[in-house]
């Protein structure tokens, strides 16, 4: 069992990531159209409805995450979704294809694949599934509203700080030199 609070922050969290992420890649539909299509995983006549579908679904999770609504299955909604997300960067890291673009906040933020984005997911697959839990039930009371603002604030400024620092990661590590003459550098 959950506390209610701790529930609040937790869907609040998920349904303020899904929302961003729906707005983004409907703001500019066409660029997350041809992520899809980079990432190789279905036939091209299928790549605009999938885009839709997807676009479409993370906007219902977001609703019903604020709602509240049909806990269980949204819980397995968000973590099959996921899941789906994971696998498909799994996929593409093992075939070597690194160059796709992620397409998790459309062409407004051009992250790359790569194993931290799976990891990403796995921490908020266990988020998605903490919302299958039986909530406990008590009134919340005016530190709670507190904590709920406090929580999804926090969370929300962690995952953008934490994803902004993997993107530009690569960039700054092809700006060092070759290990061979950092060596060289460090003998004299």
């Known amino acids: 069992m959950i506390d209610p609070a701790v529930d609040l922050v937790v869907r609040w969290s998920l349904?303020?990531?899904?929302?961003?992420?729906?707005?983004?890649?409907?703001?500019?539909?066409?660029?997350?159209?041809?992520v899809m299509r980079d990432y190789g995983l279905l036939p091209q006549r299928l790549v605009g409805s999938a885009a839709a579908c997807l676009v479409g679904f993370e906007a219902s999770l977001a609703v019903a995450l604020i709602t509240g609504v049909l806990r269980i299955a949204v819980s397995g909604a968000v973590v099959l979704l996921l899941a789906c997300y994971?696998?498909?960067?799994?996929?593409?890291?093992v075939r070597g294809r690194r160059d796709i673009g992620c397409g998790c906040s459309g062409a407004m933020h051009k992250q790359l694949i790569s194993w931290w984005l799976v990891l990403r997911n796995a921490v908020l697959i266990v988020g998605g599934a903490l919302l299958?839990?039986?909530?406990v039930s008590r009134r919340l009371i005016a530190l709670d509203v507190?904590?709920?603002a406090v929580g999804v604030l926090?969370?929300?400024?962690?995952?953008?700080?934490?994803?902004?620092?993997?993107?530009?990661?690569?960039?700054?590590?092809?700006?060092?030199?070759?290990?061979?003459?950092?060596?060289?550098a460090a003998r004299l």
Do not use: C, Q
């Open 15 to 34: 349904a303020l990531l899904f929302a961003t992420a729906a707005y983004h890649k409907l703001g500019d539909f066409e660029s997350f159209r041809m």
């Open 154 to 184: 926090t969370l929300s400024l962690l995952y953008a700080a934490a994803n902004r620092l993997v993107s530009e990661w690569p960039a700054h590590l092809r700006t060092l030199p070759p290990r061979s003459s950092r060596v060289a």
């Open 132 to 135: 299958a839990a039986p909530v």
């Open 86 to 93: 994971s696998t498909a960067i799994a996929v593409n890291l």
């Open 146 to 148: 507190y904590t709920v």
